[in-house]
Every structure is written in structure tokens, then in C-alpha cells.
């Protein structure tokens, strides 16, 4: 299994900056692909980024894309959201996940595993 643990949430202005970080526990973690989904209050989740197992692929969506970096660093079993310009529709509760699709996927349904989330919130 892999376990996540998802920090970095927290307040900021529109412009802004936050970095989420996703701390896995498992020694399989290498092998699966990682995903950023968020949800708002009464919205679908929704998915922001992916980056695949080696690191070598990223998908992003249309929304965040040239805002939003998706990184990973296996040493350190952490994947990593840098989120700039940020907008009030950003808002939401950001969540990672784990797949074994090594390359990721953007369907909430293909990840196994997921964190507890942590708020994000974006004034304006």
C-alpha cells in the first residue's frame, strides 16, 4: 500500500504562491504515478495534474496549465504542486493520489490511493 499525507494548504491572496507537497509512506511509491485532484464546495472533483512514475511525463489541466508545476523527488518519497498566480477559483481542497498506470491518468476512478486533503483558499 501506499500511504499519502498531503501539507502545504493554507490562505493566500490572488497572485500568490503555494507549494503542496505529497508525502508517501511505502516502499513502492517509485512505481506508481501521482496525480493533484482538488474539489470545491459543491463541484466534482476535479483533476489539476499528473506526472508519471519516472517523473518524464506531465499532464496538466487546461486551467492551471503555465501556472501550476507538477514535480516529484523518489529519494525523498514527495511529490510536489508549485502553484503560482494564483486565482480565487483555485479554492478548493487539493487531494493526491497513486496509481499504477505508470504514465497517470486524469479519471479520479483509475487512482487507488489517496490523502486526506488539505485546504486551499485563495482571496481576492
Known amino acids: 500500500q501506499v500511504q499519502r499525507v498531503e501539507s502545504g494548504g493554507g490562505l493566500v491572496q490572488a497572485g500568490g504562491s503555494l507549494r503542496l507537497s505529497c508525502a508517501a509512506a511505502?516502499?513502492?511509491?517509485?512505481?506508481?504515478?501521482i496525480a493533484w485532484f482538488r474539489q470545491a464546495p459543491g463541484k466534482e472533483r476535479e483533476f489539476v495534474a499528473a506526472i508519471s512514475w519516472t517523473g518524464g511525463t506531465t499532464d496538466y489541466a487546461d486551467s492551471v496549465k503555465d501556472r501550476f508545476t507538477i514535480s516529484r523527488d523518489n529519494d525523498k518519497n514527495t511529490v510536489y504542486l508549485q502553484m503560482n498566480s494564483l486565482k480565487p477559483e483555485d479554492t478548493a481542497v487539493y487531494y493526491c493520489?497513486?496509481?499504477?498506470?505508470?504514465?497517470?491518468?486524469?479519471?479520479?476512478?483509475?487512482?487507488?490511493?489517496w490523502g486526506q486533503g488539505t485546504q486551499v483558499t485563495v482571496s481576492s
Open positions: 511505502g516502499r513502492t511509491f517509485w512505481s506508481y504515478a
Open positions: 493520489a497513486a496509481t499504477a498506470k505508470r504514465l497517470g491518468s486524469r479519471n479520479y476512478y483509475d487512482y487507488n490511493y
